[in-house]
């Protein structure tokens, strides 16, 4: 029996951010659970988020004040990679809008677009994208086309397009939500860091490497500046770039960053959490390149371990190729 690998082309794919770790379509969360979001304290967040569950459900019912908790603690879930409970919430928010008579208010389109990003997550295109076409309608035609919350979805809009191979569309989609954001925000704003690290991947699959370091590098500097050194959503902008240099055969400053993002995804995220797997998949790849079979071995075994565990794998469409990170130099 052939034995399957990990392939770093596909573990490099479930690094985007959108996913991943973008800003979803949704309002602020409110008062201490924002903060605690905002600083990737996400179990603590939760368990505030789920007493106010209870508590509405008691106190106020089916009310617009429920619907809301209820999508802020979806987006709590998905950050902590617990899809099913997360589209739950989603759905149950979504219910009670429709309950209100709101299918087309600009509040229910924060659920219908998490909703959709949990699909992406799980690589269930089809199903997302009629639910963030929606969300984009209802967005712009409330907001206008160049507002900062329509620039979300036309990133989110643009992974999709990028998971399903349709590289125009996601390309135009992550400039145009970069170009609204600029504009809008300034090039030093936090929101630029989703569609910055996209674009560096979608510039790295097309074999646009300078392109994709300049990116990639500007959404490592903007994260650390505007989110902090230690924030869990950095860890997959600093493993996308390790994958970069890997592939310029810069190994030294590839591994410095995989064991960094590996420290900041076991601590902020934990060490069973799909990003660290994903994480750990790409740095095996690169110990492969440097000959170190056994530390790569061991640790791919580890993040095959996770993936399986959280349900993302599907072993039929992974393989190692060492060359996935370019020829040795």
Not at 227 to 251: D, F, K, V
């Amino acid at each position: 029996m052939q034995r399957k690998h990990i392939t770093a082309a596909a573990l490099a794919g479930l690094l985007v951010l959108a996913a991943a770790f973008p800003a979803a379509a949704q309002p602020a969360a409110s008062g201490v659970p924002g903060s605690l979001v905002a600083q990737g304290r996400y179990a603590e967040a939760e368990e505030i988020l789920a007493d106010r569950v209870a508590a509405l459900e008691k106190s106020a019912g089916q009310s617009r004040l429920l619907a809301l908790v209820l999508n802020e603690l979806g987006v709590v879930y998905r950050q902590q990679a617990r899809y099913l409970e997360a589209e739950k919430a989603f759905r149950r928010s979504l219910l009670v809008y429709r309950r209100q008579g709101l299918e087309q208010s600009l509040e229910m389109s924060s659920p219908l677009a998490n909703l959709g990003l949990v699909y992406c997550d799980q690589h269930r295109y089809r199903q997302a994208e009629p639910l963030l076409r929606q969300a984009l309608e209802i967005q712009r035609k409330a907001l206008g086309p160049a507002h900062p919350d329509t620039a979300v979805l036309l990133n989110n809009l643009g992974e999709l397009y990028r998971g399903l191979g349709r590289h125009a569309q996601a390309e135009e989609g992550f400039q145009e939500a970069l170009a609204i954001l600029e504009a809008a925000l300034g090039r030093q704003h936090a929101s630029l860091f989703g569609p910055l690290n996209n674009l560096a991947v979608l510039c790295q699959t097309l074999g646009r490497t300078r392109e994709a370091i300049a990116l990639a590098e500007r959404a490592v500097r903007l994260w650390e500046r505007t989110a902090g050194p230690e924030h869990p959503e950095l860890a997959t902008a600093l493993a996308n770039l390790a994958a970069i240099y890997a592939g310029e055969g810069r190994r030294g400053d590839a591994e410095m960053l995989f064991f960094r993002a590996v420290t900041i995804a076991e601590k902020g995220l934990g060490a069973q959490h799909p990003i660290t797997g994903n994480i750990l998949g790409l740095y095996s790849c690169l110990l492969r390149q440097m000959k170190r079979g056994g530390e790569a071995k061991a640790m791919e075994k580890r993040a095959r371990a996770i993936l399986e565990r959280s349900g993302q794998e599907n072993l039929q469409h992974h393989t190692v190729d060492v060359s996935e990170f370019g020829a040795s130099r």
